[in-house]
């Protein structure tokens, strides 16, 4: 019995030992399962962004080309415009000069006083409408420099349906202000393709003018609604740094945290449109 009692003693520290060897051992794993896992999240969130920042290089491409496909179509119409005004009326200029293409629905003349003169939408002949008060007339009414232009979505007053108005200047033959040619498309063209590709059931794309004016939306998630304004938000806020960047942002409509991959789309002689 005394000796029993004797080893009690040693069989308690040992006992304890196993138990504390064992805590440790599964410390130990827990331990390892938690770099795992964070591992793994940074690698996600790594592949997120690096898919983020390729889907968003092969969207400004497409936009540059559909810009510069626009571009040639309304430098063709107002050298038309330019060399012909002053034999022909407008009317016959628009339904002569073949511009119109997938991308462009509508193409438009304005003169210098902001009233429509042609267009190859709605009744002919074309019923003088004052556009005036037009941001893409009131841009180039109240600048010098030969630019592409690039408005809101609007509601075509012609075609009442949401539009996106490219614009050119033209002038007189004395270099004076002649008046803007216009060409239009829907704003879902920029995103359409988008549409059609299987990013999952969280992704969205969104083309943002540098107002903050979201100028088309697409994708398989809620993204931003088309005309919303931006400003004030954080994604504004990283769109005036003027460089490209991914972050994470709350979804405003349900609280989550969302990956957001910011790109400047630069186009040398237009307004430039973030996206």
């Known amino acids: 019995m005394q000796l029993q009692l004797a080893k009690l003693p040693r069989l308690i520290i040992e006992r304890r030992s196993s138990v504390i060897l064992g805590?440790?051992?599964i410390v130990m794993l827990w331990a390892v399962i938690g770099l795992k896992y964070i591992e793994d999240a940074e690698s996600d969130l790594r592949s997120a962004e690096r898919a983020n920042r390729n889907f968003a290089m092969i969207f400004e491409e497409n936009?540059?080309?559909?810009l510069g496909e626009i571009d040639k179509a309304l430098l063709y119409l107002r050298h038309n415009v330019e060399t012909r005004k002053s034999t022909t009326d407008f009317n016959t200029i628009v339904r002569t000069t073949d511009v119109l293409s997938d991308?462009?629905?509508e193409v438009a003349i304005i003169d210098a006083n902001g009233i429509?003169?042609?267009s190859n939408a709605g009744p002919q002949p074309t019923a003088k409408i004052d556009l005036s008060d037009r941001d893409h007339f009131r841009f180039h009414l109240t600048s010098t420099d030969d630019q592409l232009y690039i408005s809101k979505p609007v509601i075509g007053r012609v075609s009442g349906r949401w539009s996106i108005q490219i614009t050119r200047r033209f002038l007189n033959p004395d270099g004076s202000f002649g008046g803007v040619v216009v060409g239009?498309?829907?704003p879902d063209y920029f995103t359409n393709l988008y549409d059609s590709i299987?990013?999952?059931s969280s992704a969205s794309i969104a083309l943002i003018g540098a107002d903050g004016i979201v100028r088309s939306s697409g994708g398989s998630a809620d993204g931003y609604a088309l005309a919303q304004d931006l400003r004030g938000t954080k994604?504004?806020?990283e769109m005036q740094k003027n460089a490209n960047s991914?972050?994470?942002d709350a979804d405003p409509s349900t609280g989550q945290m969302r990956l957001q991959t910011l790109r400047t789309v630069i186009r040398s002689g237009s307004e430039s449109a973030p996206t």
Do not use: H, M, N, P
């Open 116 to 118: 429509l003169q042609a």
């Open 63 to 66: 936009v540059l080309r559909s």
């Open 103 to 105: 991308i462009i629905v």
């Open 198 to 200: 299987d990013f999952g």
């Open 235 to 237: 994604v504004f806020a």
């Open 184 to 186: 239009s498309l829907k």
């Open 246 to 248: 991914t972050f994470e």
């Open 23 to 25: 805590l440790v051992i």
